[in-house]
């Protein structure tokens, strides 16, 4: 699956590896994680610096309550595993906004 085709992906795989990690480190709840894959506008990038082991991308979008968030993330099968999520920093945000 390509990161820029995630139209038929069908849910996301929270487990006790990530489920509430980006709540204790950055205050972004899950919930708002997956918000930003529903709202446009949406920003895909492929992350091929942090690529080692598996294929990994990240998201510039919007959570439903406007909070600009980078999400980081893999594919894995038909469902999304979000590694990291925070909130956009200047330069991100100035990406999102020129996009």
């Known amino acids: 699956m390509e990161v820029e085709d995630l139209s038929d992906f069908e849910g996301f ?3 006790r590896g990530n489920r509430d990690k980006n709540l204790v480190r950055h205050d972004v709840q899950d919930a708002e994680c997956e918000e930003v894959f529903f709202n446009t506008p949406l920003l895909l990038f492929d992350d091929n610096a942090h690529s080692k082991s598996e294929r ?5 979008g919007l959570t439903n309550g406007g909070r ?3 999400v980081v993330f893999t594919v894995r099968k038909k469902l999304i ?3 990291s999520a925070r909130d956009m920093n200047r330069r991100e945000r100035k990406v999102f906004i020129e996009s």
């Open 81 to 83: 595993r979000v590694i």
């Open 13 to 15: 795989d929270w487990d």
């Open 56 to 60: 990994r991308h990240f998201a510039l």
């Open 68 to 70: 600009p968030l980078m």
